[in-house]
């Protein structure tokens, strides 16, 4: 590859795209909060979304933890914790090959759906189908750098992604000529993955940046209602008796008196 395109490509580009993601997705979240979401079609078709839907997003879950961990950490730290280079070519190939698989069964049923049913497809916009054409092709990419990869499971090559990676994140003026000599395919998937955080803050990806992770953390509760018709009148599940504290269900207790009142 030309010297000047591989500069551009993997020692410009990167910047280029991590500004676009966060600055981009900082002033549409400024300028048209109520734009921000994912878009849910679910009210126009359940079929095939529930599959597909689960499939991509667990796959794509592993897919990004495996890419940020298996990259971004530096290579004297994999060396100091004892694991080998091809150990770690190889977890990542077969943990990435499941994940991958999985995300692009996904894709496929959701691309499916959103072109063949009629009112999906009405009410999709050119950037809806384009983001997920665009998704369905990099796992196909990705997917397909596991041919090469097995070519070299010693981690040749993932040591020099490694140190691409890294030497992105440090600035440091070398990094692109590590990719120079990749498989041209390897290039690819990583110009279309930087062009997916260019494009995510003008499209539906956005709400990448709102997954509800909190989810996880939440204290848990659990709501038991009574089967038997014996009704209970003073008690209302959400509100609690009149006059004590309303059920805190981990949270902060207030009495029903003074939520009502607007907390004044
Ligand atoms: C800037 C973003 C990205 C970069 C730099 C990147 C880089 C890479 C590299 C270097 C590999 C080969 C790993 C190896 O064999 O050692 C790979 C594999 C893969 N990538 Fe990406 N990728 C990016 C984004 C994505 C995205 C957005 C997806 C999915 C939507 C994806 C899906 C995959 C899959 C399925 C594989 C094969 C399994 C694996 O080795 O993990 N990648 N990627």
């Not at 041919?147 to 040749?156: A, C, F």
């Not at 030497?167 to 440091?172: A, E, H, P, S, Y």
């Not at 089967?227 to 008690?235: A, D």
Request: glycine share 10%.
């Amino acid at each position: 590859m030309n010297e000047f395109l591989n500069q551009l490509a993997f020692g410009w580009y990167p910047y280029f795209a991590v500004t676009v993601l966060v600055v981009g997705s900082i002033l549409r979240f400024d300028k048209d909060q109520y734009s921000w979401r994912s878009q849910s079609s679910q009210f126009l078709r359940r079929k095939q979304l529930s599959l597909g839907s689960n499939l991509f997003h667990m796959g794509v879950i592993v897919l990004f933890v495996g890419h940020l961990v298996g990259l971004l950490t530096p290579i004297n730290v994999v060396d100091g914790l004892g694991i080998g280079h091809g150990f770690k070519q190889l977890a990542a190939l077969v943990v990435g090959g499941i994940a991958g698989i999985a995300a692009l069964v996904g894709a496929t049923l959701l691309l499916h759906r959103r072109l063949t049913d009629p009112r999906i497809r009405q009410s999709s916009s050119f950037g809806d189908i384009a983001v997920l054409v665009l998704i369905w092709v990099q796992l196909v990419m990705g997917v397909g750098t596991t041919y090469w990869t097995m070519q070299h499971l010693d981690g040749t090559e993932m040591v020099r992604f490694m140190g691409w990676a890294s030497g992105i994140v440090r600035f440091d003026p070398g990094a692109p000529a590590l990719l120079a000599d990749v498989a041209i395919i390897y290039k690819l998937h990583i110009v279309l993955g930087l062009t997916l955080f260019v494009i995510t803050p003008f499209t539906r990806l956005v709400h990448i940046w709102s997954a509800p992770i909190w989810f996880l953390l939440r204290p848990g509760y659990q709501i038991v209602r009574s089967l038997s018709p014996v009704k209970r009148p003073h008690y209302s599940l959400t509100k609690g008796p009149a006059g004590a504290p309303a059920p805190s269900f981990g949270g902060s207790a207030v009495t029903r008196a003074h939520s009502e009142s607007g907390g004044t």
